[in-house]
């Protein structure tokens, strides 16, 4: 949207996954300024066009729920890890040299040995999506390094503000959260509520995603970015709770599914990116969740239903998760 409204010529892949939170609505204020291709990225020859004439490729495409991955690991390695292969020789091929800068995640750490995790921390990812984007951020580089493309790996930590997908489930807390207390429910905190998370509002990453399109072969290809500061999941809870006039959360016990893939607490060091880029984040988390929050009273219809109250998750039915590993 930030593009479009800026000038820019704007191309939007997207196959529009079921359970991956695709929504048309989020583009009506941009609509006629953009063109909108329903089209997997792992068939980028099918585009090819669209890839000579690209000088700045922003590939956040892929699935974040890490529930979902545990589900259908198999579905999972297709959408975060080989269609991103594909995609890429692509891009190799009828753009070389383009500029990418790809969404990764804060999962490829796993429990966090330290705080704040930078990006010298081991990897060990806990569940299966965590695996295929530590794939997918190492296509990236590799390409790189082989000179055939330009990439930045962002490694993003919770992302919460305007058009999340709040009507479903599996998406992560923040969306939870934010889908109960817009519908007066009780907000759950499964643990003791003092795991700690930075949050980071969605217009402060896509600054992010601007600067590192922007710049050419950085030293750090690789960059952890966060929130302004750490908060307990208590914290969150109460915040966005008390902003939205819904009941006081509670604490609950972990569902299994969802212990057994718990990384505790953690929190981001932005060091390397504010010196790589110059960006640090600039907006608080009582005023990210002020502006989301208005944003989705006046939206409401096109983002959450009276139903959705009891969200049903579209993957749930299909296979049970895999065991934890020992």
């Given at each position: 949207?930030?593009?479009?409204?800026?000038?820019?010529?704007?191309?939007?892949?997207?196959s529009?996954?079921?359970?991956?939170?695709?929504n048309?609505?989020?583009?009506?204020?941009?609509?006629?300024?953009?063109?909108?291709?329903?089209?997997?990225?792992?068939?980028?020859?099918?585009?090819?066009?669209?890839?000579?004439?690209?000088?700045?490729?922003?590939?956040?495409?892929g699935?974040?729920?890490?529930?979902?991955?545990?589900?259908?690991?198999?579905?999972?390695?297709?959408?975060?890890?080989?269609?991103?292969?594909?995609?890429?020789?692509?891009?190799?091929?009828?753009?070389p040299?383009?500029?990418?800068?790809?969404?990764?995640?804060?999962?490829?750490?796993?429990?966090?040995?330290?705080?704040?995790?930078?990006?010298?921390?081991?990897?060990q990812?806990?569940?299966?999506?965590?695996?295929?984007?530590?794939?997918?951020?190492?296509?990236?580089?590799?390409?790189?390094?082989?000179?055939?493309?330009?990439?930045?790996?962002?490694?993003?930590t919770?992302?919460?503000?305007?058009?999340?997908?709040?009507?479903?489930?599996?998406?992560?807390?923040?969306?939870?959260?934010?889908?109960?207390?817009?519908?007066?429910?009780?907000?759950?905190?499964?643990?003791?509520?003092?795991?700690?998370?930075?949050?980071?509002?969605?217009?402060?990453?896509?600054?992010?995603?601007?600067?590192?399109?922007?710049?050419?072969?950085?030293?750090?290809?690789?960059?952890?970015l966060?929130?302004?500061?750490?908060?307990?999941?208590?914290?969150?809870?109460?915040?966005?709770?008390?902003?939205?006039?819904?009941?006081?959360?509670?604490?609950?016990?972990?569902?299994?599914?969802?212990?057994?893939?718990?990384?505790?607490?953690?929190?981001?060091?932005?060091?390397?990116?504010?010196?790589?880029?110059?960006?640090?984040?600039?907006?608080?988390?009582?005023?990210?969740?002020?502006?989301?929050?208005?944003?989705?009273r006046?939206?409401?219809?096109?983002?959450?239903?009276?139903?959705?109250?009891?969200?049903?998750?579209?993957?749930?039915?299909?296979?049970?998760?895999?065991?934890a590993?020992?």
């Open positions: 949207m930030r593009l479009a409204r800026a000038g820019a010529r704007v191309t939007l892949i997207d529009m996954v079921a359970g991956c939170g695709a048309p609505h989020n583009l009506d204020p941009v609509a006629d300024d953009v063109n909108l291709l329903q089209r997997d990225i792992a068939d980028a020859a099918d585009f090819a066009d669209v890839l000579r004439s690209t000088e700045v490729i922003f590939n956040i495409a699935e974040i729920s890490h529930i979902h991955s545990m589900q259908q690991p198999w579905r999972d390695a297709e959408l975060n890890a080989t269609a991103h292969l594909r995609f890429l020789d692509q891009c190799a091929r009828f753009a040299g383009v500029k990418v800068a790809y969404a990764g995640t804060r999962q490829i750490y796993g429990v966090p040995r330290y705080l704040p995790v930078d990006e010298t921390h081991p990897v990812p806990v569940d299966f999506n965590g695996i295929h984007k530590y794939a997918a951020a190492g296509y990236h580089l590799l390409y790189s390094g082989m000179g055939r493309i330009d990439a930045v790996v962002l490694n993003l919770n992302v919460y503000g305007p058009r999340m997908a709040l009507h479903l489930p599996c998406q992560g807390f923040l969306g939870g959260f934010l889908r109960r207390a817009l519908l007066g429910q009780t907000i759950e905190i499964f643990g003791d509520g003092l795991q700690l998370r930075d949050p980071v509002y969605v217009e402060d990453v896509v600054d992010a995603f601007l600067l590192a399109g922007s710049v050419e072969a950085p030293e750090s290809r690789t960059l952890n966060g929130g302004p500061g750490p908060l307990t999941l208590a914290c969150i809870a109460g915040a966005i709770g008390a902003a939205a006039g819904a009941p006081r959360p509670v604490l609950c016990p972990f569902p299994e599914e969802r212990k057994r893939i718990d990384i505790g607490s953690y929190t981001s060091d932005s060091t390397r990116i504010r010196e790589t880029l110059g960006w640090r984040p600039v907006t608080r988390f009582a005023d990210g969740i002020a502006a989301t929050l208005e944003f989705y006046e939206e409401m219809p096109h983002y959450l239903q009276p139903e959705d109250a009891r969200p049903v998750c579209p993957l749930e039915e299909a296979h049970e998760p895999l065991p590993a020992v």
